[in-house]
């Protein structure tokens, strides 16, 4: 019996990257293409069935499914981006127009992108075997996802664990959301990044307070050379972060926390510990007590949007 294999399509603001990965998790081919929003929404999503049909071609054997993973706010049951603000999208019918140009009627799905690295990490990665999954991605932004009773937990709306964007302080920073406050504003480059901008005037001797225009790399570097202004930034983004597993904890009652992105992995030595304390501080023993916080041990990002075919043929 042939081996299954599916594509997995992780669709993101600045590249799109494509996987060719059979059932155990294994990836036979890859490839990867520049987004270029500024082409235009054909131009884009011609360049996605491209990528997809140069795996087809190296599969030797036929592909049962493609999975997509996107940013977004979108319908995995139409099909339809209704607004991606990093890729400047507004209703557009992905899989439909993608279908019009694949050939063979491979079926196609389409998730949010954390979702779909949650998947990934269900099947794959740090959360095998485990039910009820909270997965929280620290990169650009915040973006959250959830398996509970190993189903994708989606909403009426499809808005569901939109958490980056939960107010918490209506006073707070402003996000390009519309609201002040929202947890991505002070867990994410961007979050980061505010705060040093925020502090700044109150360390004047900070080394880091001298950078006009400081990037999250150079924010992580001062942070372990002992800097107080990159000190005072990322303890605040750790509560933040704790306050975030809260919330996620006390609605959903996860077994487990995947801690992925970026900036989630490389500062999950000066997240986590005091994250997991802000968080132990705010809910009761019971919600806690065998409840674990791990690394994503998935690398590959779109092996998570390929996960999607196998979930949805389960």
């Not at 929404?41 to 996107?70: F, K, T, W």
């Not at 993608?98 to 063979?104: A, C, I, P, W």
């Not at 932004?141 to 664990?161: K, P, S």
């Not at 986590?272 to 409840?291: G, H, I, K, M």
Request: charge should be neutral.
């Amino acid at each position: 019996m042939q081996n299954q294999l599916a594509i997995g399509v992780d669709l993101g603001g600045t590249k799109i990257a494509f996987v060719l990965v059979d059932e155990q998790g294994a990836v036979r081919a890859s490839h990867q293409l520049p987004t270029a929003v500024n082409d235009g929404v054909e131009a884009v999503i011609d360049r996605i069935a491209h990528g997809i049909q140069h795996l087809r071609e190296q599969a030797g054997y036929p592909v049962i499914g493609i999975g997509i993973g996107s940013p977004g706010h979108l319908n995995p049951l139409t099909g339809v981006v209704h607004n991606a603000v990093n890729l400047g999208w507004r209703e557009v019918p992905l899989v439909a127009a993608l279908q019009r140009r694949l050939s063979g009627n491979v079926p196609i799905w389409l998730q949010k992108d954390t979702n779909a690295a949650l998947l990934g990490e269900l099947y794959f990665g740090a959360a095998r075997d485990v039910q009820d999954v909270v997965l929280v991605a620290i990169g650009t932004g915040l973006g959250v996802g959830a398996v509970i009773g190993g189903r994708i937990v989606l909403g009426a709306n499809y808005f569901a664990t939109d958490v980056g964007h939960l107010s918490l302080d209506p006073s707070g920073r402003q996000c390009a959301c519309g609201l002040r406050g929202c947890i991505e504003m002070y867990v994410s480059g961007i979050g980061i990044i505010a705060g040093v901008h925020e502090h700044r005037a109150y360390y004047p001797h900070s080394k880091l307070a001298q950078i006009e225009s400081p990037t999250t790399d150079a924010i992580l570097k001062a942070a372990r050379d002992g800097d107080p202004l990159a000190n005072v930034v990322l303890n605040e983004a750790a509560d933040w972060l704790g306050m975030a597993f809260a919330q996620c904890a006390v609605v959903l009652n996860p077994a487990l926390f995947v801690i992925s992105g970026g900036l989630g992995l490389a500062a999950a030595d000066l997240l986590l510990e005091r994250a997991e304390r802000e968080f132990r501080r705010r809910v009761s023993l019971p919600v806690y007590q065998n409840l674990r916080f791990v690394q994503s041990q998935i690398t590959v990002s779109a092996i998570g949007a390929a996960c999607l075919v196998w979930h949805a043929l389960k």
